[in-house]
């Protein structure tokens, strides 16, 4: 019974293995865009999924205890809550961690080159509009994929 509680490594061990794999994790995530989960093909989605179980083995080393588990539960916890402060007090490390809104409509104009550096389509682009309620790039101002994955619209009538 005791095996369950006893720590195969010392406990920094797993704070370092933790932190060393969220921020590598995080950075990965990063490069691959903006896209929210629900916004997510089908690759990329199966490509999250692999990278959790990947790196699991990198964080517990091996060791299978529920201290050690929990103290993975928890360095993840605080790194997270710490990053969250970090991008609330810092414009440079929110724009490091979470990256930049990108124009993708200007006065119903697609922007191609946005477009491909964020890796979408033009279909995938009007499938974003149509979930806004437009049917027309025409109709659009302005249309900005935001760093969160969300796609803000302001319609030329509206301005008016």
Known sequence: MSALWTLSFPWWHFVLRASVVYVAVLLLLRLGGKRQIGQ???????AILLISNAV??????????ITGG?????VLVVLSVLF???TYKSKR???LIEG?????????EILHTHLEKE???????????????IHDPAEVAEAV????GQLSVIKKSELR
């Open 40 to 46: 997510m093909g089908a690759g990329e989605f199966v």
């Open 56 to 65: 699991q083995n990198a964080m517990n080393g091996g060791d299978n205890s």
């Open 70 to 74: 929990m103290i993975l539960a928890s």
């Open 84 to 86: 969250a402060y970090l």
């Open 93 to 95: 490390m929110s724009t």
């Open 100 to 108: 930049r809104p990108t124009i993708l409509v200007h006065n119903g």
């Open 119 to 133: 890796l979408l389509n033009p279909h995938e682009l009007r499938i974003m509009l149509r979930h806004q309620g």
């Open 145 to 148: 994929l935001e760093s969160d």
